[in-house]
């Protein structure tokens, strides 16, 4: 049995880079719910096919993405990938017959991503981004998670978990899901440095974003061409460049020099290049280990494709667990071979 700990389960796609504004607005928060939490962490190769990608890059992708979060500081034995545990898609068609279609029907993220889905592919959108919550469901109810970290947009999406969860707990006359709550954190969002009016992101290409394993002197180059005026800032107000330069530093938990500039800054003796120089340094020492650790854990990639290989296998123990009495409770049948 585990211990008292509440369960936390999140999940990320495995989409290449890992920037500073996935770090710190996402994945660094996943390292600090690990004091706290029973966490499991998933790396969700079943969501990522939902949309045109490449076979080629998938599977090279995922381990990436492996390296990428162990090398922050998620523990492997918290990490699994989703298609090791194909119990998820199992789970995913059962909730498929308790999601009402209505209800799926009204989610907006597949609207936003069925438009992006039309321009990749030539009008081609695939059943599975239309089902994906449905899936996300099963992601979060298959390990009976009690908190799932995520952001405002996804609330829609644990909505759904909730009202699929109920609606099977009425219809086999037991209170068997729990019910998932969101887990909010303040996290920071972090804006491109090359154009501050626009998140940090992936697809805006790679020049807007500082990829956390980055070497040292592209990490100080990008912050010393930082743009810090777009000329567009009302009088008295502060740019979001410079704006943003500043909550580098305080994610970067150097409040102390945080304090220090904005003292100059509110007196007018700030100079940008002092700013940027410190961001830099800051930046730096607080990413050098995480690159570290990932040259460290690159030198054994079969000891760390074993050792994801085996953590799935135990946290598949659970979603094992669970869908053996999913079949129970439902009257599917349950044999073992
Ligand atoms: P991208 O926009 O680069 O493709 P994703 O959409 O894959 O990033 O986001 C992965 C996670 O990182 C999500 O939890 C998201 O909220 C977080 N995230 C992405 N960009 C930022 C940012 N600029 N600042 C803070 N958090 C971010």
Request: aromatic fraction near 10%.
């Amino acid at each position: 049995m585990e211990n008292n700990k509440k369960q936390v389960l999140s999940c990320i796609q495995p989409t290449g880079d890992m920037h500073i504004g996935n770090y710190f607005g996402a994945t660094k928060n996943w390292v600090d719910l690990q004091d706290k939490y029973e966490c499991r962490y998933g790396i969700v190769d079943y969501h990522a096919i939902t949309m045109p990608y490449d076979v080629k890059k998938l599977r090279i992708n995922t381990w990436e993405m492996a390296l990428n979060l162990l090398a922050v500081g998620i523990k492997p034995e918290n990490l699994f990938i989703q298609s090791l545990i194909p119990e998820h898609a199992e789970l995913g068609w059962i909730f498929n017959c308790f999601a009402s279609f209505g209800m799926v029907s009204k989610q907006t993220q597949f609207k936003d991503k069925s438009r992006s889905s039309e321009e990749k592919s030539e009008g081609f959108i695939s059943v599975g981004l239309f089902d994906y919550p449905v899936l996300q469901a099963a992601d979060i109810l298959i390990y009976r998670a009690d908190y799932v970290p995520v952001g405002k947009d996804q609330e829609q999406h644990l909505e759904l978990s909730r009202a699929i969860a109920n609606r099977f707990n009425n219809q086999v006359g037991k209170e068997y899901f729990v019910m998932p709550e969101a887990l909010y954190t303040d996290t920071p969002k972090i804006r491109s440095t090359a154009d501050p009016t626009s998140k940090m992101s992936k697809s805006s290409g790679e020049k807007h974003y500082i990829n956390v394993f980055s070497d040292e002197a592209k990490i100080r180059k990008q912050i010393r061409s930082a743009v810090t005026d777009t000329g567009e800032t009302p009088e008295g107000e502060m740019s979001p460049g410079v704006e943003n330069l500043f909550l580098l530093l305080t994610a970067c938990g150097n409040e102390q020099a945080h304090a220090a500039l904005m003292t100059d800054y509110v007196s007018g003796s700030l100079r940008y290049s002092d700013l940027k120089q410190t961001v830099a340094d800051t930046l730096v020492a607080t990413l050098a280990p995480f690159r570290e650790r990932k040259e460290e854990l690159k030198k054994d990639k079969k000891q760390l494709k074993n050792q994801i290989k085996y953590t799935s296998s135990q946290i598949r123990l659970r979603a094992q667990e669970t869908l053996k009495e999913v079949k129970e409770l439902t009257g599917l049948l349950n044999v073992k071979f």
